[in-house]
């Protein structure tokens, strides 16, 4: 097992977008953000695999990153927008080719200032338990 990050991103894409909470908060939800998205939306960010195995099984223990980037001046767009993400993916069961015994639990989050002070921006951590059926 190498690793699970295409299936996992593709399960999480799917909750995200089925969440109608979401979708009507925001302009799109993306892997690769397009030039000239516009504000706001949400973004995956950086994957962290760790080797997470048992005695007799493969697993992996890891950290997804989801971004809010909004445009609305002070916190309150971003964490509506933020409130969204969490309902759709924390502790929500995952379904993922391949593997089982799957746990997804919100792991912390961070409002950033960002360089450019019309953009506010919220770093969401989820952890993301699984076993390999191999």
Known sequence: MATAVRPLQTAMYAKLTAS???TDLVTGIYDEVPEGAVL???????ITE???D???HQGLDTIV???V???YPGNAEAADIFAAVDAALDRVPLVIPGFHDI??????HQFLADPDPDIRHVNA????WLTSDL
């Open 125 to 128: 951590r989820y952890r993301v």
């Open 65 to 67: 990153v989801i971004h």
């Open 103 to 108: 746990t997804i639990k919100h792991d912390g």
């Open 20 to 22: 109608t909470t979401l």
């Open 40 to 46: 706001p939306y949400v973004s995956f960010g950086s």
């Open 54 to 56: 048992a005695h007799d």
């Open 69 to 71: 980037w909004s445009g």
């Open 50 to 52: 760790s080797v997470d």
